[in-house]
């Protein structure tokens, strides 16, 4: 729901939350446990974005608990703070709690908990609703080695508010960086769930479950009302390839579920060779939203490798319903082809069906161009295939590069993307890098807007020998243009582009001194219409020195310069920096900046001035040595205490000896 990785930031503006994969907690869920599995952690986030008028600021913590080898505990805690455009400076919180594991061999049991309050905000992730609460449990309890019987009771609640639907015009240009709020909803459903699972002849499966709901809409009277369900399977073998499946879903009394009405299922599922099914399907319904329609649907389910470089995987319905054909699900292929010894070529497709626009206990789905901040909920998905073509060469130790193409097209607007890269070695210290990114636009009611470019080409220097001084040139071309409703009505655009030179270097003439410089010009040019057009040049200046007090500590003191020609603007910063190392290679500091200059081409971030923290990590081995060369001179090393024996031979008598190696 809302799981993260340890992270601070003041001042910088980030667009997401790393998620943190836990291995062990997946395997266990999988019913894949081992002593592996015995782990047990805690993990905390703070997050403070500083956005001027709209700040965000998100905390929490999570951990695991094991039950033996095969249960756990899991739980998250995460609390926001948001100044939201249209709802003012609102905070919320977002909880999960869930157990599984094994009371007896025989019995097992599964519980959880989750409640995500309607102001909690989290951009960084699709993976809640705002304004739902959650929460059931499961048992299931195997009689012998051929039946297995099973309870379960789940409630859910939603109150928050649905985004607003807007299809309008000038809606898709709205800027707003959160959506809109609509209605409210407010209604419940319980669900009462106990059945039994008999295993028949062979491998044929007999399963029978009891399926009340109960709904509740305090607004309308769309999900409103008290629902039960006999739901009844079989599944059983008609030759080693082919299965047969059926299913009935039958309500009792006159009461019929919106979503889930009367339907009953027929299927075939043929094994056509390993990891590819064919399923053919009938459904008929009664009542619901669905009305009296039924569907036909033929699906392809694909989980198979072709060979050592072939997988295909998905799905593929072919469903014939409400008068129409039509698809749904998805299917994708990839290819590895090994051309020559380090040369290869990635093929992939891939073929997604749209859903329909049903509405939810959450809200309505519509269409619409963007989905922002936690609006995912509403957004209905538009069908379309991906066709994509990539090269890679890396045979090379001293060059490798690597292009791609990918195009999308489909129901809504078609994409295009495009990107070449290369990096090698020009002599043992001198390396070049280039990379060309290009992109085209896929949306949901927009049309007309133009492609967005990015070129960039560098060369740095870096001596294997040693690390006394290091340099980088670099050259940018950025293209992003942009449409806004004006322009599109009389049918032209308007457009940016950036040429930025700029060069850097790092000099230490000793272990103790480090000096850094940059300077940089950018220029910019806009075309506001088709007869007006504005450019400016920046100049970007900064130097940086850096004093080691010894083995962990150093100051450090930096000055930042901004002046553009037209209009004549200029900016001045000065900042001052403690740091210490932790390692070698990971520095924190603290520091105090006079003025705010801050720059996408600066490095670094000053966006403020005051008090900051900084943290930084030196990556090393990027190519073969980099970042392990020996300083000249010497770096100094840690100083370390050692015995050492005097005296005549046996004394018990000892010196102490401190060393420092060079």
Same mark, same amino acid.
């Given at each position: 729901m809302f799981q993260k990785r340890l992270r601070y930031s003041s001042g910088a503006s980030l667009s997401r939350i790393n998620t943190t994969a836990k291995t062990a907690t997946r395997s266990c869920m999988q019913g894949e446990c081992s002593t592996t599995s015995l782990m047990s952690w805690i993990a905390a986030t703070y997050l403070r974005e500083d956005q001027g008028a709209q700040d965000f600021e998100l905390y929490g913590a999570d951990f695991r608990v094991p039950l033996g080898l095969n249960g756990q505990i899991i739980g998250e805690y995460a609390r926001s703070t948001n100044d939201s455009l249209f709802l003012g400076n609102v905070s919320g919180s977002a909880y999960r709690l869930e157990a599984t594991g094994n009371i007896t061999p025989d019995f097992n049991a599964r519980a959880y908990y989750r409640s995500v309050s309607e102001n909690f905000a989290n951009n960084a992730t699709i993976s809640f609703t705002p304004g739902q609460?959650?929460?059931?449990?499961?048992?299931?309890?195997?009689i012998g080695s051929t039946t297995n019987i099973r309870a379960g009771y789940d409630f859910e609640e939603n109150f928050g508010i649905a985004p607003a639907v807007r299809t309008d015009f000038f809606d898709l240009f709205d800027p707003a960086p959160e959506p809109i709020?609509?209605?409210?909803?407010? +209604?419940?459903?319980?669900?009462?769930?106990?059945?039994?699972?008999?295993?028949?002849?062979?491998d044929a499966v007999l399963g029978v479950d009891y399926v009340n709901r109960q709904r509740e809409d305090r607004v309308g009277d769309i999900f409103d009302g008290n629902a039960s369900q006999i739901v009844s399977r079989l599944a059983f073998p008609i030759t080693p390839s082919l299965a047969f499946r059926a299913q009935n879903e039958l309500n009792l009394g006159g009461n019929d579920d919106p979503l889930y009405p009367n339907r009953t299922t027929f299927g075939l599922d043929w094994a056509a060779f390993p990891g590819v099914t064919m399923r053919l399907a009938h459904q008929f319904f009664d009542g619901g939203l669905l009305g009296d329609d039924s569907i036909t649907s033929?699906?392809?389910?694909?989980?198979?490798?072709?060979?050592? +470089?072939?997988?295909?995987?998905?799905?593929?319905?072919?469903?014939s319903a409400f008068g129409g054909v039509t698809g749904q699900g998805a299917v994708g292929l990839n290819h590895r082809w090994v051309i020559a010894p380090g040369l290869r070529a990635n093929l992939g497709y891939e073929h997604t069906f749209s859903n329909g626009l049903t509405p939810t206990a959450a809200g309505q789905r519509f269409y619409q161009p963007y989905a922002v901040g936690q609006s995912a909920s509403s957004l209905a998905l538009l069908g379309g295939d991906v066709y994509s073509v990539g090269v890679e060469y890396t045979d090379n130790p001293n060059f490798k590069a690597s292009a791609r193409i990918e195009h999308r097209t489909g129901s809504g607007n078609d994409n295009t993307v495009f990107s070449i890269a290369g990096a090698g070695k020009l002599t043992p210290a001198l390396t070049a890098l280039a990379r060309y990114e290009q992109a085209n636009f896929a949306n949901q009611l927009v049309e007309g807007l133009g492609d967005s470019a990015n070129l960039r080409f560098g060369l740095a220097y870096r001596d294997p020998n040693s690390d006394r001084w290091n340099?980088?040139?670099?050259y940018d071309y950025r293209k +992003?243009?942009?449409t806004i409703p004006d322009t599109l009505l009389i049918g032209s655009g308007t457009g940016s582009t950036d040429h930025v030179f700029s060069a850097e270097a790092t000099f230490a003439p000793s272990w103790r001194w480090e000096f850094y410089g940059k300077g940089a010009v950018r220029h910019s040019s806009t075309d506001l219409a088709d007869n007006y057009s504005n450019s400016a040049t920046v100049f970007l200046?900064?130097?940086?020195?850096?004093?080691?007090?010894?083995?962990?500590?150093?100051l450090a003191v930096e000055g930042r310069w901004i002046g553009q020609d037209s209009p004549s603007y200029s900016e001045t910063g000065v900042a001052v920096e403690a740091g210490y190392y932790l390692t070698p290679d990971l520095r924190v500091g603290v520091g105090y900046s006079f003025g705010s200059v801050d720059d996408r081409d600066f490095t670094g971030y000053r966006s403020e001035g005051g008090p900051y923290l900084n943290v930084s990590f030196k990556v090393n081995e990027l190519f073969g040595g980099f970042g392990r060369q020996r300083v000249v001179p010497p770096q100094q090393r840690e100083s370390r205490v050692e015995p050492v024996a005097t005296g005549n031979s046996g004394s018990a008598t000892s010196a102490v000896k401190t060393t420092s190696e060079e």
């Open positions: 609460t959650r929460y059931g449990a499961a048992l299931t309890y195997r709020p609509g209605s409210a909803v407010n +209604n419940t459903l319980q669900t009462i769930s106990v059945g039994l699972e008999q295993k028949l002849f062979g033929l699906d392809t389910i694909l989980e198979h490798k072709l060979g050592e +470089n072939t997988s295909l995987t998905g799905r593929y319905s072919v469903i340099a980088l040139l670099r +992003n243009p942009y200046t900064q130097l940086r020195a850096t004093y080691r007090l010894g083995y962990r500590m150093d």
